[in-house]
């Protein structure tokens, strides 16, 4: 089985006019690309990570390779391969990018990593 990552934001006013509803989507094989790659496995499945962002959800699809589906309206606009993706920095990184908002759950004792700037 594959499972699949959303997010969902709804639409937001700015002065009068209205943002487009923005949410995300994980899609990855929970299977076999998920056992090469356990930083992005660790990501989406445990706290610190896929967890903090609201409008993030994931799927699994058996064969499915790990990729960011943004979606615009229930309508995806950009989809972004997630296969080099080996540290919860770089996945952090790239829900950035993509103007996704994190928020940081409470761990105490627990050093979280900030993003790092894009050169």
Request: glycine residues 8%.
């Amino acid at each position: 089985a594959a499972v699949a990552l959303t997010c969902v934001g709804g639409a937001e006013e700015e002065g009068s006019r209205k943002q487009p509803r923005r949410h995300a989507r994980i899609v990855v094989c929970p299977g076999c690309r998920l056992k090469h790659n356990p930083e992005l496995r660790a990501w989406l499945e445990g706290p610190g990570g896929a967890d903090e962002y609201p409008d993030l959800k994931v799927r699994y699809i058996q064969g499915h390779d790990p990729e960011l589906h943004v979606y615009e309206n229930n309508v995806i606009v950009k989809k972004v391969p997630l296969d080099n993706a080996r540290s919860a920095l770089m996945l952090h990184n790239v829900m950035v990018r993509h103007n996704f908002t994190r928020v940081r759950s409470h761990r105490p004792g627990v050093a979280e990593p900030e993003p790092e700037p894009e050169p």
